[in-house]
């Protein structure tokens, strides 16, 4: 779906090439500071969220495969991420972890389109 589309490793791609983004620590020491890996968890979740409410007519097996997709890129996250994703998130992170969710909402408002429409043309 999206995780094998050539758009989602040129944004994997483009997550590594921009690590320095990350290698900043957060000036916060709260004990309870959002970490970057939950700040991509957080907001890949509304941005999924996002696409299955613009898409009301997914079924239960749409949206099980949507799900599974979005475990997948969380553990490429992870993978990319490892030496700083449990560090405290800054403005500047949350800023690029921004970007870079709507851009996968983007890989998957397109999977889902073609999805849907493959679905349409096997009922006509």
Same mark, same amino acid.
């Given at each position: 779906? !999206? ?11 483009? %997550? &590594?090439?921009? %690590?320095?983004?990350? &290698?900043?620590?957060?000036? $916060?020491?709260? =004990? ?9 968890? $957080?907001?890949? =979740?509304?941005?999924?969220?996002? !696409? ?5 007519? #997914?079924? =239960?097996?749409? /949206?099980?495969?949507?799900? @599974? ?7 490429? #996250?992870?993978? !990319? %991420?490892?030496?700083?994703?449990? /560090? ?10 921004? $970007? %870079?969710?709507?851009? #996968? ?10 999805? #849907?429409? @493959? ?6």
């Amino acid at each position: 779906m !999206v995780t094998e589309a050539d758009s989602y490793a040129y944004l994997i791609n483009y %997550l &590594s090439e921009n %690590l320095g983004v990350f &290698s900043t620590p957060s000036a $916060e020491k709260s =004990a309870h500071a959002v970490t970057i890996m939950g700040a991509f968890e $957080e907001q890949l =979740a509304v941005q999924i969220i996002q !696409v299955c409410g613009q898409n009301p007519q #997914l079924s =239960a097996n749409d /949206r099980n495969q949507i799900i @599974k997709e979005v475990d997948a890129v969380m553990f490429d #996250l992870e993978e !990319v %991420l490892a030496a700083v994703g449990q /560090r405290p998130v800054n403005t500047q992170q949350l800023e690029f972890i921004h $970007e %870079l969710t709507g851009l #996968l909402k983007n890989l998957f408002d397109i999977a889902i389109s073609d999805m #849907l429409t @493959k679905q349409q043309q096997q009922v006509s």
